[in-house]
């Protein structure tokens, strides 16, 4: 993982996260956490899936595994994932839809290639993140929202096509429901366009999907996770054309520990769902029997921020 200094006086920070080959040539980048950076206002995981076609007759198989006190959010480029939870949600997800995953109290879900995708070698490019819940929301009842792609509103500003996948911002506002105040903002900036980010969150960052932006005259390239500063007002713009994401939102009053799957403001609460889970307590997912053991000797909870 590397780390540089951009020079630019409204960046923070510029991680490159090294890319994870998971198997099969599926690949992964996790942008967060990092030691140098652990939350962007409440976003506390950031993984990027791909892009990647997986070999003939194989698939994506993240098999039945248990989260507390966040919610998961899952946007993709191309390809599908079916969703399967312990609520009873069977949902596919496709290009540009969402699917909003609140774990609360407790909550197990897998996420596999569709059958029909497989023998052919599915492909897959999209993006995974978590959201730390508030502290007074952190045992509420899980639930699972999906949001399709006609149902996220969209607007276009100086060449930059935006839609709005969490949050309000430029008069966009999603229906995505969330229980604190943060955005998450797709933007494809056509060759020769820009976009102002707004200053109206604390903490933000965007992340470089495909192409490359400007910032001042200084550049930033693909699977570049920017954080920048309290409140700077930035503008992108970008020569080739880009595609990128913003995520951002204010900072929770206390910390949050993480702990494998497990997020909450309490070390105790991810030692009980740790129990609870090797006790297999947990809700299963309908028709599917597989079960991930905690991982062998895990380190303590680790403090965020």
Request: charged share 20%; glycine share 10%.
């Amino acid at each position: 993982m590397a780390v540089r200094d951009s020079g630019v006086d409204g960046v923070d920070l510029v991680i490159l996260p090294p890319s994870r080959d998971l198997g099969d040539g599926f690949t992964v980048r996790r942008a967060l956490p990092q030691p140098q950076r652990r939350m962007v206002g409440p976003f506390v995981f950031f993984d990027q899936m791909g892009p990647v076609t997986l070999s003939p007759g194989t698939g994506l198989d993240v098999r039945p595994h248990p989260h507390i006190g966040l919610a998961t959010i899952t946007y993709l480029f191309d390809g599908e994932i079916m969703h399967r939870d312990s609520l009873g949600s069977v949902q596919p997800i496709r290009p540009g839809e969402v699917n909003w995953m609140t774990a609360g109290r407790g909550i197990v879900h897998s996420e596999r290639s569709p059958d029909g995708s497989r023998a052919a070698g599915p492909s897959l490019f999209g993006l995974q993140l978590w959201v730390a819940l508030p502290a007074a929301h952190e045992e509420t009842d899980p639930a699972f929202v999906h949001h399709d792609a006609g149902d996220i509103p969209e607007g276009r500003f100086d060449g930059a096509t935006v839609r709005q996948i969490v949050g309000a911002t430029d008069g966009l506002a999603s229906p995505v429901a969330t229980l604190s105040d943060m955005i998450y903002i797709d933007i494809a900036i056509a060759p020769g366009g820009r976009y102002r980010v707004p200053g109206d969150q604390i903490e933000r960052a965007f992340y470089l999907v495909a192409g490359g932006v400007t910032v001042d005259g200084q550049s930033f390239g693909p699977s570049e996770l920017v954080v920048l500063k309290p409140h700077a007002e930035i503008v992108l713009e970008s020569e080739q054309g880009a595609q990128l994401v913003i995520v951002g939102g204010e900072p929770f009053p206390e910390p949050r520990y993480v702990n494998w799957n497990f997020v909450s403001s309490r070390p105790d609460r991810i030692e009980q769902a740790r129990a609870d889970w090797r006790a297999q307590r947990f809700p299963a997912v309908p028709d599917e029997h597989e079960f991930i053991p905690l991982p062998a000797d895990p380190p303590p909870p680790v403090r965020y921020p």
